[in-house]
């Protein structure tokens, strides 16, 4: 696997996995009841999708194996936080402060103690904010500045803990996001080792034996994630070890599946160049498009009254779309926008794979 295959086909998976983020915030059910069509088309894409953002992450991010800590470790850090942390703290405190205006202009009472609570809320506990969709920011900087010291042990006991945390540790315990962490950490590791892997076994016909075995590995990846959105659409109880052990396995089922699709489309130039545009701005699509579809919400639902959900979904998905020319003409010509919103600056013009380590 080359530098050229690893840049291409890893921001088309990107490409492809913002494309199912969208989608699946586009169907939310917080305005109107989510019809069972959509709720299982929903729990399909919820099955993987993060995951494959955390596995690309740590693909991406395979320096950090060798790294020397006493050297690099705290500039490696200092660039997570300017690209993750300064982007989380600045949606966060702009949408708090929003709430907390309208508060004051329709007479709510405020006082210290709720915005002590605020602060707690976004520092403490990130995924129960009004900004909880950017719990990945904040649990993808943990991992990536734990990831360098945890490494140093050998990879077997690694991925032996990392999986053990996300079969075990329930997924209720939001302090520090410590459900999130314990449960992507395993993926993180799975794609910084594999990338080490294929670094130092070039001459192995890795894409031959996967060609063969691919249509195989394809039903198997299906069928895994099918049933496990069937199990939850319906509300099927079963163990709740092995409805762990399958969610697990679907973020990998959901890699496998996006490596074939990749593989399959590259000839349809058509799609090839808008699974580039779109992992190329992979960060802007999930930091923006969440507040452009709030307002389609807002408007279909709230003040038009539209009750099909099919016009509301189609709604989100245009309006939502907005934000990718907002950001492209208006956000990203500024610097100092792109640093605090985008983790970007004029000197690491970068999008969201690289969250990882490319530049230790």
Not at 41 to 58: D, P, R
Not at 103 to 121: A, G, H, V
Not at 136 to 148: A, E, H, M, Q, R
Not at 167 to 182: A, E, G, H, M, V
Request: aromatic share 16%; with cysteine.
């Amino acid at each position: 696997m080359d530098k050229q295959y690893d840049i291409k086909e890893i921001n088309y998976i990107k490409g492809l996995a913002i494309l199912l983020v969208f989608i699946g915030h586009s169907a939310t059910p917080s305005f109107l009841e989510r019809p069972y069509i959509y709720e299982l088309i929903v729990q399909l894409i919820y099955s993987f999708h993060m995951s494959v953002f955390f596995i690309v992450s740590g693909f991406l991010s395979y320096k950090v194996i060798d790294m020397n800590l006493k050297e690099n470790y705290y500039n490696f850090v200092k660039s997570k936080f300017f690209r993750l942390i300064i982007p989380f703290l600045t949606i966060s405190f702009l949408t708090n402060s929003m709430i907390l205006i309208l508060q004051y202009i329709f007479n709510e009472p405020l006082n210290i103690s709720s915005i002590i609570d605020m602060i707690k809320t976004i520092f403490l506990y990130p995924e129960n904010g009004v900004m909880g969709a950017l719990w990945f920011l904040y649990t993808l900087f943990i991992i990536s500045i734990i990831s360098p010291i945890i490494v140093k042990l050998p990879m077997k006991i690694v991925l032996t803990l990392s999986l053990l945390l996300n079969l075990l540790i329930p997924q209720d315990k939001n302090f520090l996001s410590t459900s999130r962490i314990s449960f992507f950490l395993i993926y993180f590791l799975i794609g910084l080792y594999f990338r080490k892997y294929f670094f130092e076994n070039k001459n192995i016909e890795i894409r031959g034996i996967i060609a063969l075995k691919k249509y195989i590995a394809c039903i198997i990846s299906l069928v895994g994630i099918i049933y496990y959105a069937y199990i939850i659409t319906n509300q099927i109880q079963i163990p709740i070890y092995i409805l762990r052990t399958l969610n697990f396995l679907c973020g990998l089922f959901g890699v496998i599946l996006l490596i074939i699709i990749v593989e399959n489309i590259q000839a349809f130039k058509t799609c090839v160049i808008s699974l580039s545009f779109l992992g190329k701005y992979s960060m802007d699509i999930y930091l923006l498009s969440w507040f452009f579809q709030v307002i389609s919400m807002i408007l279909t639902s709230n003040i038009l009254k539209i009750n099909n959900y099919n016009i509301f979904f189609i709604s989100n998905v245009a309006i939502g779309s907005l934000s990718i020319p907002f950001s492209i003409y208006i956000l990203r010509r500024s610097t100092l926008l792109k640093l605090l919103i985008l983790g970007e600056n004029s000197k690491n013009n970068l999008t969201i794979e690289s969250i990882s380590s490319n530049n230790i």
